[in-house]
């Protein structure tokens, strides 16, 4: 079975970097196959993506977080990482990591990672 | 298009079938998933594919698909049904991912 952790601080500062990590156990990044998101919920609201990750290390992003985000992958420690730059109050979410599959003309998040609420305030 | 549209909420009957939609361009190409999230929780995967349940998902939660909308039908919705419902896909270009605004399914 496999779970997914997320870590990270719960408050930043504005204008500072959110920096996440999410540890996978249960299955390798590496074995392939799979793409590792970054899914964020602003309170009372839907699901936002926020990008993917193959083990490959190939990215894409939501265009409009395109500028401030990038998505690592450490293979040895079978983790993924989020960095979000330049943030503000308008970051504040619920922050969740998620493994995403496809298969027969659909993708779909299987796992997800139990999220980690992070705050932007001073 | 990139968006995918939901009804923000739905009621139904408890014991009453219920379809809530998802439209969207790229259910033109893509089949949608569907995820149930319950207050506090995160998402759960309920339907991907043409109509797939994985693992634990009772048989009266199905999905459907026609054009660009695609339907998760709760047939005999009980009390425990009741909560936000998420639809997802890929964009048309097939790189990124989208979700619905959600629809918030109340069991009467």
């Known amino acids: 079975q496999v779970q997914l952790q997320e870590s990270g601080p719960g408050l930043v500062k504005p204008s500072q970097t959110l920096s996440l990590t999410c540890t996978v156990s249960g299955g390798s990044i590496s074995s392939g196959g799979y793409y590792w998101s970054w899914i964020r919920q602003h309170p009372g609201k839907g699901l936002e993506w926020i990008g993917y990750?193959?083990?490959?290390?190939?990215?894409y992003y939501n265009p409009s977080l395109k500028s401030r985000v990038a998505i690592s992958v450490d293979t040895s420690k079978n983790q993924f990482s989020l960095k979000l730059n330049s943030v503000t109050a308008a970051d504040t979410a619920m922050y969740y990591c998620?493994?995403?599959?496809?298969?027969?003309?659909?993708?779909?998040?299987?796992?997800w990672g139990q999220g980690t609420l992070v705050t932007v305030s001073s | 298009s990139s968006e995918l549209t939901q009804d923000p909420a739905v009621s139904v009957a408890l014991g009453q079938t219920v379809r809530i939609t998802c439209q969207g361009d790229s259910l033109r190409s893509y089949y949608a998933s569907w995820y149930q999230q319950k207050p506090g929780q995160a998402p759960v995967l309920v339907i991907y594919?043409?109509?797939n349940r994985p693992s634990g998902i009772p048989d009266r939660v199905s999905g459907s698909s026609s054009g660009n909308t695609a339907s998760l039908t709760i047939t005999g919705a009980q009390a425990e049904d009741e909560a936000d419902y998420h639809c997802?896909?890929?964009?048309?270009?097939?790189?990124?991912?989208?979700f619905g605004g959600g629809t918030k399914l109340t069991v009467l």
């Open positions: 990750i193959y083990y490959s290390g190939s990215t």
């Open positions: 594919g043409k109509n």
């Open positions: 997802n896909s890929r964009d048309s270009s097939g790189d990124h991912v989208v």
């Open positions: 998620a493994r995403e599959s496809c298969s027969g003309g659909s993708c779909y998040v299987d796992y």
